[in-house]
């Protein structure tokens, strides 16, 4: 089992920046592709970033591209996603999951282990 906790989320305006944070605890974090993901309100919840367990490998939705940056430190057990540029359209609650593969995945079918999520609101 793997227990994951975000954090970081918040009210930020438009251009700031946030940095999520999550924690994960359970079975060895190293060996799991992590992802974040987002869900707004009536819609569906969507790919954000993944990071590969082993050499780091990083694959966005395009939307984020050159705004966001996903890493993680295996010593801490814990993923990052840094958010630059926020823009109005990125208010969603993020999710952080964890898939028990060395390949990271855009699907969130194919992750098993997930956060509770934390609020991100963009003010415009």
């Known amino acids: 089992q793997v227990q994951l906790v975000e954090s970081g989320g918040g009210l930020v305006q438009a251009g700031g920046s946030l940095r999520l944070s999550c924690a994960a605890s359970?079975?060895?974090?190293?060996?799991?592709?992590m992802g974040w993901f987002r869900q707004a309100p009536g819609k569906e919840r969507e790919f954000v970033a993944a990071i590969s367990w082993s050499i780091g490998t990083t694959y966005y939705t395009d939307s984020v591209k050159g705004r966001f940056t996903i890493s993680r430190d295996n010593t801490k057990n814990t993923v990052y996603l840094q958010m630059n540029n926020l823009k109005y359209e990125d208010t969603a609650v993020y999710y952080c999951?964890?898939?028990?593969?060395?390949?990271?995945?855009?699907?969130?079918?194919?992750?098993?282990?997930w956060g509770q999520g934390t609020q991100v609101t963009v003010s415009s």
């Open positions: 359970g079975r060895t974090f190293s060996r799991y592709a």
């Open positions: 999951a964890a898939r028990i593969s060395v390949v990271i995945s855009t699907s969130k079918n194919e992750y098993a282990y």
